[in-house]
């Protein structure tokens, strides 16, 4: 199974209110997926500096450690936000230079990159992940999420959705691919580097290398009806907005309510019906392949 | 007993299991009455399993298997419908005031289904003797493999309509994207007018059953050919 949710705020005078609208809508979702969770949230103003999403897999965590051993490395103005395992990093700095420092640190794994995004995932209840992170707090344009019942690999944060490839580009589904082998096979010559085993790391990081080479993401998602074999509801993050895509069968449920003020995609209704003005949304279920896109006017 | 018994599911699982438990604790009883079931909120398993003459209304949006299982009942959803409404009727009827989720009345024995909106993929996948009608138009794969009953779309439907049809009858006003495999499109008889616009009338859908054609099983399926070399 698995739940995703997501959601585009219309009027930047909602922004504030993006977290605690979400939440019951990704709690909502426990029942079809309740060993892991995770959040991609944008920012409705891109930063001019990277941030990258960083989590400790392992071992203890200090951030404080992090943020000096950085300093001491790449010398420069770097910002270190924490909570618990998860800390977002925000700088200047190369971002090559930074991966780079990154993968010296024993345990840390990086989440998301960009501009825009912050990505919080990890095991255990949605309600406690969304309690332990805060993401009722949360503001933003729009955000992405994902409750996770794993069929195709382990139960592990890293291994939890969403998923990220490049900047600023996030994917959760819903779902399975039959063939992750086989895309990956085909990326990893060209140089894309793979963090897990996962199905749905190999549809992200297709999708976004169509995108790096010049598709729109219509047609990244045209190329991924012929690639990616499988089941799946998809729902993307971009830094402009979110994309939602269901295989030709719609093996996967989806339903989406839209009003003047917002765009909500859940694989259920019952994580909508709390949402203001609900009752009054234009409400329906997306076709099987076919492309919807949604961005903040 | 009369008058009308509310239930509201704000209350979450603990009221909707009220709810069933209710309805099954009334099994078989004559003349029971009227139930409301107020902000159902996309639960699933509202009302299955009902097994006498009830008249519930729904006031919202349901989630999966609305009415699955309905016996006898008269069920009423003011609102769509998930996944699987009025799975494996057995009789009464079911009215969707909206839409839809996938395979709507699967498998269904008897009994009517009505989805005044449109329905999504697999709708009526292995009938097994009921009739639905749908007002709007419904998604690829409708009626797979049914055996008994008919399905009446007043719009369109989508890819391989009736693949593997066995005795169950689609009556179709719209366009058709595809046939499925053995199923094959038939004459309009008097007794299919006729049968048409009894279902029409039932489910308060004035169309013109002149309008609609009829697909149903060229039975090439039906026996296993070696010649055929698994190509139909």
């Known amino acids: 199974m698995c739940g995703i949710v997501g959601l585009l705020l219309k009027k930047p005078s909602w922004d504030a209110q993006l977290g605690e609208l979400l939440v019951p809508m990704l709690v909502g979702m426990t029942e079809r997926g309740p ?7 944008y920012a409705s103003k ?9 989590f400790q897999l392992y071992g203890e965590t200090d951030w404080a450690a992090f943020l000096r051993g950085l300093t001491a490395a790449q010398p420069g103005e770097h910002g270190l936000q924490d909570s618990g395992r998860h800390a977002v990093l925000t700088t200047r700095t190369d971002i090559d230079l930074v991966k780079r420092f990154i993968a010296t640190v024993p345990g840390v794994v990086l989440l998301s990159q960009g501009h825009s995004i912050e990505l919080y995932k990890d095991i255990g209840a949605p309600a406690d992940i969304a309690a332990r992170y805060g993401f009722a707090k949360f503001s933003g344009s729009h955000a992405v999420g994902h409750t996770r019942m794993a069929t195709e690999s382990a139960v592990t944060p890293d291994r939890a959705h969403p998923f990220t490839a490049g900047e600023d580009f996030c994917l959760v589904h819903n779902g399975s691919l039959s063939n992750p082998c086989r895309v990956r096979r085909k990326l990893e010559p060209l140089g894309i580097h793979f963090d897990t085993d ?7 990081r297709f999708l976004e290398w169509r995108m790096r080479e010049g598709d729109s ?3 990244a998602i045209e190329q991924g009806f012929t690639e990616l074999d499988g089941f799946f509801t998809f729902l993307i993050g971009t830094r402009n907005g979110m994309s939602l895509v269901r295989d030709p069968f719609a093996c996967k449920p989806a339903i989406v ?3 003047d003020d917002y765009v909500a995609v859940s694989s259920e209704y019952r994580s909508l ?4 003005g609900v009752s009054q949304a234009k409400l329906f279920e997306p076709q099987p392949r076919t492309i919807y896109h949604w961005e903040r006017a | 007993m009369s008058g009308t018994v509310d239930f509201d599911l704000a209350g979450g699982q603990p009221r909707l299991r009220e709810l069933n438990g209710w309805l099954h604790g009334r099994a078989g009883t004559s003349a029971p009455p009227q139930v409301r079931v107020l902000h159902p909120d996309g639960a699933h398993n509202i009302a299955v399993g009902a097994d006498a003459a009830f008249d519930i209304e729904v006031l919202g949006n349901v989630g999966y298997y609305v009415a699955g299982m309905n016996k006898l009942a008269k069920v009423t959803v003011h609102g769509n419908a998930g996944t699987g409404a009025a799975e494996n009727m057995m009789s009464g009827e079911v009215r969707i005031k909206g839409f839809a989720s996938n395979a709507a009345g699967a498998s269904a024995h008897g009994g009517l289904l009505v989805i005044e909106g449109d329905a999504s993929l697999r709708c009526g996948i292995s009938l097994k003797g009921g009739d639905i009608v749908v007002g709007g138009s419904v998604g690829s794969f409708s009626a797979f493999m049914a055996q008994a009953g008919r399905l009446v779309v007043c719009g369109d439907a989508g890819e391989a309509l009736g693949d593997s049809l066995y005795e169950a009858v689609i009556y179709v006003k719209g366009k058709v994207a595809s046939l499925g495999a053995d199923a094959r499109f038939e004459p309009m008889l008097p007794a299919d007018l006729a049968a048409l616009a009894g279902l029409l009338q039932r489910a308060g859908l004035p169309h013109d059953p002149q309008e609609f054609r009829k697909v149903s099983s060229a039975r090439s399926l039906y026996h296993w050919h070696a010649e055929a070399d698994q190509e139909y």
């Open chain 1, 257 to 259: 309510a839209e009003t």
């Open chain 1, 198 to 204: 996962n199905d749905t790391e190999a549809a992200t």
């Open chain 1, 273 to 276: 019906a709390h949402l203001p």
């Open chain 1, 46 to 54: 891109p930063l001019a500096q990277l941030k990258f999403s960083l």
């Open chain 1, 35 to 41: 060993d892991s969770a995770g959040l991609a949230v």
């Open chain 1, 217 to 219: 993401i219509e047609a």
